[in-house]
């Protein structure tokens, strides 16, 4: 015996292993088949495999309604299919961030147009004047738009401090 050459001469994959056999049938002096107990197990073993495939009777149920239960079965199946479809594609909807953040600002951009408007109509033509001279001499001298901004927001500031040591 070897690696290569095991010692089994007529031993081949298809005849070694547990196999469906009736109890006490004779066994390969190899096989993992539990061999014979006492005398008579075989004899035994037969006449009961004979008696339970005599007696063995299978009757299957008629099937009842099976075509109105296949066609609540296929009607289940297609609301499973749109309810499952509706659901990923608002969850794709929902992954979309830059789609919904577009959405959003298209939204603002329309009620600051409208507010604007609204603005404008309502405005007294004086002040649409002094505003468009206070345009113009923006556009002319930024830095004093900055300086001017820059003071706006030191005094907000300060009186912020100020209302907090008040209290």
Do not use: W
Request: positive net charge; proline residues 4%; hydrophobic residues 40%.
């Amino acid at each position: 015996m070897s690696e290569t050459d095991p010692g089994y001469t007529h031993a081949h994959a298809g005849e070694v292993g547990a196999r469906r056999a009736t109890v006490g049938d004779p066994t390969d002096h190899e096989s993992i088949n539990v061999p014979l107990t006492r005398a008579g197990a075989s004899e035994n073993a037969h006449q009961a495999e004979a008696y339970r495939m005599a007696h063995a009777v299978f009757d299957p149920e008629a099937p009842v309604q099976a075509a109105e239960e296949e066609a609540e079965v296929r009607k289940s199946i297609k609301e499973g299919r749109r309810e499952v479809g509706g659901t990923v594609s608002a969850l794709a909807d929902k992954m979309d961030v830059k789609g919904r953040a577009s959405d959003v600002t298209a939204v603002a951009r329309g009620k600051v147009t409208e507010v604007a408007d609204k603005v404008r109509d309502i405005t007294p033509d004086q002040v649409k004047d002094v505003a468009d001279k206070a345009a113009a001499q923006a556009r002319k001298r930024p830095m004093m738009l900055l300086v001017f901004l820059a003071g706006v927001v030191a005094a907000l500031v300060v009186r912020r401090i100020m209302r907090r040591r008040g209290r």
